[in-house]
């Protein structure tokens, strides 16, 4: 019986594909209060996961539109707190949501990752 394994990246992987520095990875990780916690091997390395991306993703817009930390901090737990309640509610909803999501991170990669070779 095969067992499916959530697919991890590590954090020079995740500071490639964000754009973000390993440094504001970690800062982010303590001041963002539990928004952004890697899985952890059995070493102490940190390991993240699509879901983690979609996080760093919608920390980076809410940066760009100049909010602090703290206010980031507020309106993504009030969100994720939000959108529990809608995944109870409907599930079906809930997933096209993150499939658009996740579609979306890997067209701003795709389209980061063109312009710099330009």
């Known amino acids: 019986m095969a067992t499916s394994e959530v697919k991890t ?8 594909l ?5 440094h504001t990875l970690r800062f982010w990780e303590r001041e963002l209060e539990g928004l952004i916690v890697p899985l952890r091997t059995k070493g102490g390395q940190r390991r993240y996961t699509m879901t983690h991306l979609l996080v760093i993703e919608e920390i980076k817009k809410l940066k760009r539109k100049n909010l602090s930390l703290t206010d980031i901090n507020r309106e993504l737990n ?41």
């Open 9 to 16: 990246l590590t954090i020079d992987e995740v500071s490639k």
């Open 18 to 22: 964000s754009g973000l520095s390993k």
């Open 78 to 118: 009030a969100s994720f707190n939000s959108e529990e309640e809608d995944y109870n509610s409907n599930p079906v909803d809930a997933l096209v949501n993150e499939i658009g999501q996740i579609v979306r991170i890997a067209i701003t990669n795709f389209l980061n990752v063109k312009m710099n070779k330009e």
